[in-house]
């Protein structure tokens, strides 16, 4: 059974920082396309950063310069670096698996390509 567990949220001043952690089982996870998408409320899911087999990143601009996508194979974990954090990056941060894609493409950033998600965690920064 493929399960991803997302963990590293919190609340946090602006300009602070946060790690947050997605750890993959059930399959190898970091072989395909992943990816980092958030919701804040009253408003639609979106994708934040994805990451692929071969290592390649992609980010939505609003984040670009500020958040890190990252994984370690030998610990089938996705990571997501964010740093100078803003109130309107306030929301609930999921991780998923575009299983069983290799390269995420352009199209990353649309969540109905994943087919795994983890339970999200809370991202609250305040100003």
């Known amino acids: 059974q493929v399960q991803l567990v997302e963990s590293g949220g919190g609340s946090v001043q602006a300009g602070g920082s946060l790690r947050l952690s997605c750890a993959a089982s059930?399959?190898?996870?970091?072989?395909?396309?992943m990816g980092w998408f958030r919701q804040a409320p009253g408003k639609e899911r979106e994708g934040v950063a994805s990451?692929?087999?071969?290592?390649?990143?992609q980010y939505v601009d609003s984040v670009q310069g500020r958040f890190t996508i990252s994984k370690d194979n030998a610990k089938n974990t996705l990571y997501l670096q964010m740093n100078s954090l803003k109130p309107e990056d306030t929301a609930m941060y999921y991780c998923?698996?575009?299983?069983?894609?290799?390269?995420?493409?352009?199209?990353?950033?649309?969540?109905?390509?994943?087919?795994?998600w983890g339970q999200g965690t809370q991202v609250t920064v305040s100003s």
């Open positions: 059930g399959y190898i996870a970091t072989d395909y396309c």
């Open positions: 998923a698996a575009d299983f069983p894609r290799l390269i995420c493409g352009g199209s990353w950033s649309r969540a109905y390509r994943y087919k795994y």
């Open positions: 990451i692929d087999r071969g290592g390649n990143t």
